[in-house]
Each structure stands twice: as structure tokens, then as C-alpha cells.
């Protein structure tokens, strides 16, 4: 019988402004990739994020997870991050003031230069999120993200902070959490080491600006349904072409938009 907890993933809440590392019993590697999250839920993670191969990954310092409480950077004995909107309207605002002793903090440590190091605001406004920015991101040395509440964030410390805006899609969530737990798995798969197999990132949906062909397993005969011959033939180029083929036909069909952009590139109609 033992005291010891069981779950690797439960972390004991105190109240303090430093960040906290999630699920890394094991020394970090050097220059792992990191992701800081600042956030008024640092409960919600590692969420999905500590499981599956992205789990493991983290557990083995491939890449490290560290959180910050909005809160604790809060205005008053009640610690508030929020205020009526300016010139009226329903709900409430991040405040600027707040926000910015959140960011100074979770820049401690990090590289000034943008590019190696993005300051991401997760906003149903911003730019949609694609595998080009997350591949962006995954050549970075690690990206801070500020998830929003509420009807958002005072513009202000958007401008003042250079603050990037990254949307997941045309929707709109009641917070930011979701949102960058996404992004930040689509950005950590990318990484060496964290894929036993690092070429199949190189065929799935969008890595050329195609949806993926279609995949199939044993039994090759499945309630009269076939798997097509072609894949049976061990003729790899043929299957390439009838792989690139499909992939193209799927995309013609399902993302007009990602086909157009494919086409163009490639001069194809």
C-alpha cells in the first residue's frame, strides 16, 4: 500500500506565479519545444494532450507543457482579470493591465525574436489555423498562447504586445482552452522523434495541399466490400499514382478551395 498517487497527471494547486511544468516526472532534454499556456483554467491541461503518443512524448521531454494562472496576476483582493466593456455592451474584457503581467511573466526565458518564439492570442477573429502554421510553430523553439474569455481581450495589449491571432475555425468557443490544446497537438506531432514514423506526416490531409487518399486494412474481402486491386499489386509506383490520383479527386470534390490553390500551383485545371 502507497501514498503515491497513481495518476501522472494530477498536479497539487498552490498559489504562485511560476509557471508550472505538466506531467514531466523525467528531466526536460535541452531546447525541448515548448508550449506556454496562459489561461484562467490551467486545470484544463495537459487535457488530451497526455495521452497517446503526444503524452508519452511529454513524458519523455521531447517537449515540455507549463501553464499560467491568469488569475494570480489579478486586480485586488479578489483577483479580477476583467471589466465592462468600454462605450457598453454585453459581457465582459480581459483587462490590458492583467494581461500584460501574465505575458511579461511567461516571457521569461524565451526568445524575443517572434519567429523563433510566437505570441498567439486563440481568437475566432484571427487567421484560421492550417498545417502550414503548424509546421511554422514546430520549427519554432516553442510558442506562448494566451487563451481568451468572456467577449475577449482589451485591444490595447493586443497592439502593444504584437499579440498574433490564431483561429481555429469559423465558430465560436466559450474559451480558448480547446482551441490551443488543437493546435498545439497538430504543431507537436510535427516534431523529431515524437512519430515512430516520421514519413507518414509527409502523406496525410493538407502536407502537399491535398486531402488524403483514402486507407484500407485486412481483411481484404469485408462484407463483399474489396480493397482495390491496385494496392494488392506490390507495384509501389502504381499505387502512387492511384494514391495521388484519389487524394486529388477528393480534394476537387470535398475542398474547391484547397483545390483551386493546388491547381494553380501546379498548373493543373
Not at 506531467?23 to 491541461?45: E, N, Q, S
Not at 454585453?90 to 490590458?96: D, E
Not at 502536407?207 to 486507407?215: A, I, K, M, N
Amino acid at each position: 500500500m502507497t501514498d503515491t498517487p497513481k495518476s501522472h497527471g494530477r498536479l497539487s494547486i498552490s498559489a504562485s506565479l511560476i509557471p508550472r511544468d505538466l506531467m514531466t516526472p523525467t528531466p526536460r532534454l535541452k531546447g525541448a519545444w515548448t508550449a506556454k499556456i496562459v489561461t484562467l483554467f490551467p486545470d484544463a491541461f495537459p487535457g488530451v494532450l497526455g495521452e497517446s503518443l503526444t503524452g508519452k512524448a511529454l513524458q519523455d521531454g521531447l517537449w515540455a507543457l507549463e501553464t499560467l494562472d491568469l488569475r494570480l496576476f489579478g486586480e485586488g483582493r479578489h483577483r479580477n482579470v476583467d471589466d465592462t466593456p468600454t462605450g457598453g455592451g454585453a459581457g465582459m474584457v480581459l483587462r490590458p493591465d492583467v494581461v500584460a503581467r501574465a505575458l511579461d511573466e511567461a516571457a521569461k526565458g524565451t526568445n524575443p525574436d517572434r519567429a523563433r518564439w510566437p505570441l498567439v492570442y486563440l481568437s475566432p477573429r484571427g487567421r484560421r489555423f492550417s498545417q502550414a502554421k503548424a509546421r511554422q510553430w514546430a520549427g519554432a523553439e516553442g510558442l506562448t498562447m494566451l487563451c481568451g474569455r468572456f467577449e475577449g481581450v482589451d485591444q490595447r495589449v493586443i497592439d502593444a504586445y504584437g499579440i498574433e491571432e490564431v483561429s481555429l475555425g469559423d465558430f465560436v468557443l466559450t474559451g480558448g482552452e480547446i482551441a490551443a490544446q488543437a493546435m498545439i497537438d497538430a504543431t507537436v506531432r510535427l516534431l523529431p522523434g515524437v512519430l515512430g514514423n516520421q514519413a507518414s506526416t509527409e502523406e496525410e490531409s493538407f502536407s502537399d495541399g491535398l486531402l488524403e487518399h483514402p486507407q484500407f486494412t485486412r481483411p481484404n474481402d469485408w462484407q463483399g466490400r474489396a480493397v482495390p486491386e491496385v494496392l494488392l499489386s506490390g507495384h509501389h509506383a502504381k499505387i502512387a499514382e492511384w494514391r495521388r490520383e484519389q487524394a486529388k479527386a477528393l480534394t476537387r470534390e470535398r475542398r474547391p478551395d484547397l483545390w483551386q490553390a493546388w491547381a494553380a500551383r501546379h498548373g493543373e485545371e
